[in-house]
């Protein structure tokens, strides 16, 4: 898809459709004369006499559309509502970009779409409206049948002419590189999800980071298996995937730019089917968990993104992927494990796997000596009933890195709340055998109890730990978000590291 800057009047675009974004405290007539002050009056009085006959207010969502009717180029004039000006941010400029996308993706013929989205010069407002516009595309149909006419592509827009009369050349192509990559990256994670967990296994994820190494020459990608995984001592990662017949695979995949200043562990819970083991789901509470990669997902999306911006970072992504599964080998309740630190665990839920999992990848990242290390999992129910749907939860052991993160949540649309990691709740963990449970009490901040669980891994590095059980999954589509993997995090993770990035490179100038 093509994207153009228009910096003058985009009355004379040959178009398909003109969008015009529209405050609700403004004058329809006043920015009409934006699109051109010559318009003709006849035409100009018409629409302001429609709009109020039809009481369009430009409230947030609200449209309506006329014929260009030969006084603009472009076919069909748009006007957008945006509600208020000063409620107008980033995350509604990504929304509004979202819902046009994907209401023009359904209609023949929007090959040309121009966007008069009051951006004022922004630089975060355009990117974020590139941003929404490929969230807002996005589709999963890989194993649709393309005969049938409801799964027949959708003629897709191919070019968007955005018009800002303020911003420069150089910060336009910078914030469209960035939304773009940033949009793409997030689909990419979005497929990863939404493929099914027979074909979606821990090989197959494995493979798929092996492929970003492939593309991009700083990345490299190593995979361990079985003999290395028992050889590094990962007894509780072994645990969890000795229930499947699918084999674990160990990823290990580094971002190295040559003018890096700072060195990011980013750990996914890489569970790519959670049938809760022994410790057995319900059918309903099962039928999603194919998701139980998404924290994978998501950190794979984010390095990719950053080796495609070439951003002046290292990352290093760690996946302890496998499958929780009550096979014959499986898992016992009772059972005790041996992790990587030679902590103990005495397993007494197996369903609480995947902070067995991450308990070694965080060792084993501790042992690179990172400036921070961040998992994001699938990891509680309970993250739910405390959030809902609006928030993942967030906790960590050092303050500045929770504000960073949080901040950068904020920026990118996506919301993070924080949850305490109170000594009190260690008392949970307490076991009469081994040195922990893996499982709190039943109904008591079970968020947290998981958080206090990975942070006895953590030795002390400066880490953060994102739950995106609540926020990883919508049965339905959402302003910028799609029904079925959200890929909740590479949106905040890569803004994240971009702003990690850039504040080395201010403090060492
Ligand atoms: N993968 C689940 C958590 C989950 C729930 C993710 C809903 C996405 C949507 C996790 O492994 C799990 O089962 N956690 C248990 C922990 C409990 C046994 C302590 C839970 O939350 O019930
Ligand atoms: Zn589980
Ligand atoms: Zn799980």
Known sequence: MELNLRKSSPSSIEADVLVLGVFQDESIEDVLKTIDPELADDWLNEIVHLCKAESFKAKNKESISFFGSGKIAARRLILFGLGKTAECDASRIRKTSANLARQFASKEGYKHVVLQLRLDGRSDLLQAAVEGWLLGSYSFH?????????????????????????????DFAKACRQGRVIGECTNFARDLIAQPACDMTPSKLAESA????????????????????????MGAYLGVAKGSHEPLKFINLKYNHKNSKKFIVLIGKGITFDSGGLSLKTASGMETMKQDMAGAAAVLGVLKAMSELEVPITVQVI??????????????????????????????????????????????????????????????GAVVTALGRAA????????????????????????????????????????????????????????????????EFVNGAPWAH????????????????????VAFGVRALSYFLLSEADQRNVSNS
């Open 392 to 455: 993942a939860g967030i906790m960590g052991n050092e303050q500045a890195l929770v504000s960073r993160i949080m901040e950068s949540g904020e920026r990118s649309g996506e919301k993070f709340w924080q949850l305490p990691l109170f000594d009190e709740y260690k008392e949970a963990l307490k076991s009469d055998v081994a040195d922990f449970k893996n499982a709190g009490s039943r109904g008591e901040a079970a968020t947290s109890c998981a958080g206090m669980f990975l942070k």
């Open 142 to 170: 890989f194993y649709k049948n393309p005969s049938e006419e409801e799964n027949v592509a959708t003629i897709k827009t191919e070019k968007i002419t955005f018009v800002d009369g303020t911003i420069n050349e150089t």
């Open 210 to 233: 092996q492929s970003l190494a492939v593309s991009k020459g700083s990345v490299t990608c190593e995979i361990l298996d079985v003999e290395a995984i028992l050889e590094l001592g």
């Open 466 to 485: 994102l739950d995106i059980a609540g926020v990883g999954w919508l049965d339905k589509e959402k302003e910028e978000l799609n029904k079925g993997g």
């Open 319 to 380: 996946v302890a992927a496998c499958e929780n599964m009550p096979g014959g080998g499986a898992l016992r309740p009772g059972d005790i494990l041996r992790a990587m630190n030679g902590k103990t665990i005495e397993v007494n839920n197996t369903d609480a796997e995947g902070r067995l999992t991450l308990a070694d990848a965080l060792t084993y990242a501790c042992r690179l000596k990172p400036d921070a290390i961040v998992d994001i999992a699938t990891l509680t």
